[in-house]
């Protein structure tokens, strides 16, 4: 079992900047990928990024790709989400996943408004 925690959303005008954070507990290891999925009003649940379990390796959405950033702290089991540039669009409810022998893990979710 492995318990996901976001944090750091808000409102924010366009232009502006968030962090997201992700805290993991339970059966954590620093052996598994992470990600960041976004689902606005409407519409179906999207990819945003994801890192390798080193950290060497990160993939992005193409549309935030230069405006995100995602990394990770092994030593905090927490997994984040820098957001620069924020577009009105980047508006959603913002999860945190990860799948730990063969489960898919979700957080609760943290939302992220952007006025225009």
């Known amino acids: 079992q492995v318990l996901l925690v976001e944090s750091g959303g808000g409102l924010v005008q366009a232009g502006g900047s968030l962090r997201l954070s992700c805290a993991a507990s339970?059966?954590?290891?620093?052996?598994?990928?992470m990600g960041w999925f976004r689902q606005a009003p409407g519409k179906e649940r999207e990819f945003v990024a994801s890192i390798s379990w080193s950290g060497g390796n990160t993939y992005y959405e193409d549309s935030v790709k230069g405006r995100f950033t995602i990394s990770r702290d092994n030593a905090k089991n927490t997994v984040y989400l820098q957001m620069n540039s924020l577009k009105p669009e980047d508006t959603a409810l913002y999860y945190c996943?990860?799948?730990?022998?063969?489960?898919?893990?979700w957080g609760q979710g943290t939302q992220v408004t952007v006025s225009s």
């Open positions: 996943n990860t799948g730990v022998g063969g489960v898919q893990y």
């Open positions: 339970g059966r954590t290891s620093s052996s598994y990928a």
